[in-house]
């Protein structure tokens, strides 16, 4: 079993930034690939950013350069920073652990305004 648990999330303006933090435990196994995934009202959840053990990363295209994953393996907290956030940034985002993504977080919002 994982357990994950999201913090960061809130209210900011376009341009701004916001960083969230997933603090991940439980089978080592399904710690190897954690990331970040969202969901805005009406539409499929997608992948925003992932990051293995090793420090391998992935992103969406939607990202093109905007946000920084990064983890820490000594506590296993996953960390995004998210800069030049736009409106359409607006979205539920949900930390994951295993590859395909199996276990879940409850998600944080994270809302852009104008």
């Known amino acids: 079993q994982v357990q994950l648990v999201e913090s960061g999330g809130g209210l900011v303006q376009a341009g701004g930034s916001l960083r969230l933090s997933c603090a991940a435990s439980?089978?080592?196994?399904?710690?190897?690939?954690i990331g970040w995934f969202r969901q805005a009202p009406g539409t499929q959840r997608e992948l925003v950013a992932l990051?293995?053990?090793?420090?391998?990363?992935s992103y969406g295209d939607f990202v093109e350069g905007r946000f920084t994953v990064s983890r820490d393996n000594t506590n296993n907290t996953v960390a995004l920073q998210m800069n030049d956030l736009k409106i359409e940034d607006t979205a539920v985002y949900y930390c994951?652990?295993?590859?395909?993504?199996?276990?879940w977080g409850q998600g944080t919002q994270v809302t852009v305004s104008s």
């Open positions: 990051i293995n053990r090793f420090g391998r990363t």
């Open positions: 439980g089978s080592y196994d399904f710690l190897n690939y």
């Open positions: 994951s652990a295993g590859w395909p993504a199996f276990f």
